[in-house]
């Protein structure tokens, strides 16, 4: 069993920058790879960004990258999200979740997930 609580959304203007992290914690957590998925209103949940296990491997959608990086600390089994030059379009709602499987876009492949945080991007 894998837990995962996301903190470090909020309000922030456009072309302004957030960090999102994500602890987890459980006995298997470090074997795990991470996402981070955004949902918007209407919309459906799509990921954005992953790292492998030991973090040598990540992956980016189109639409963030050069904007957002994502990194991971294993002496803290915390990912984090690093979203700069953020625009309207990346209001959200930020979920980390937990795969066995690299790499799968698929919401369905990754067994765990955190509660979720809000971001708002005002213009």
């Known amino acids: 069993q894998v837990q995962l609580v996301e903190s470090g959304g909020g309000l922030v203007q456009a072309g302004g920058s957030l960090r999102v992290s994500c602890a987890a914690s459980?006995?298997?957590?470090?074997?795990?790879?991470l996402g981070w998925f955004r949902q918007a209103p209407g919309k459906e949940r799509e990921l954005i960004a992953a790292?492998?296990?030991?973090?040598?491997?990540?992956y980016y959608t189109d639409s963030v990258k050069g904007r957002f990086t994502i990194t991971r600390d294993n002496a803290k089994n915390t990912v984090y999200l690093q979203m700069n030059s953020l625009k309207p379009e990346d209001t959200a709602v930020y979920y980390c979740?937990?795969?066995?499987?690299?790499?799968?876009?698929?919401?369905?492949?990754?067994?765990?997930w955190g509660q979720g945080t809000q971001v708002t991007v005002s213009s």
């Open positions: 979740a937990a795969s066995t499987v690299w790499i799968s876009i698929n919401p369905v492949a990754y067994d765990y």
């Open positions: 459980g006995r298997t957590a470090g074997t795990y790879g």
């Open positions: 790292i492998s296990r030991s973090g040598g491997s990540t």
